[in-house]
């Protein structure tokens, strides 16, 4: 079982940035999991951001419309993640949730999503 929860959202004016932060409970050393963060909005519904998988090699993926401007690591000693939002566009507004899966494929985009936390608001706004 993992618990996780959001920080860092909030009201940004375009151009702006954030750093979003997802820190996790776990019975299983976190480090053994692959965590990944997603955007849900009223238009385009869910949609996956960027993720990391365990382990030192660190696999990362990052959607085509956030490369460049989002940086997804994790510090696995305070059981966190970050994703560092740069250049905010007003289509990156939405909830950003983070989710957590055992890692077990190669790339981290084929791990599943088991535990989910509840999400964080971000708006980018003139």
């Known amino acids: 079982q993992v618990q996780l929860e959001e920080s860092g959202g909030g009201l940004v004016q375009p151009g702006g940035s954030l750093r979003l932060s997802c820190v996790g409970v776990s019975g299983s050393p976190w480090d053994t999991y692959t965590i990944s963060w997603w955007r849900q909005d009223q238009v385009k519904g869910r949609s996956g951001v960027s993720c990391?998988?365990?382990?030192?090699?660190?696999?990362?993926y990052y959607a085509e419309a956030v490369k460049g401007r989002f940086r997804i690591s994790r510090d696995d000693a305070r059981n966190t993640v970050y994703l560092e939002i740069n250049d905010l566009k007003h289509e990156d507004t939405g909830v950003y949730s983070c989710?957590?899966?055992?890692?077990?494929?190669?790339?981290?985009?084929?791990?599943?999503?088991?535990?989910w936390g509840p999400g964080t608001q971000v708006t980018v706004s003139s």
């Open positions: 989710a957590a899966g055992v890692s077990r494929a190669a790339r981290c985009v084929y791990d599943n999503t088991d535990y």
């Open positions: 990391i998988s365990a382990g030192s090699s660190g696999d990362t």
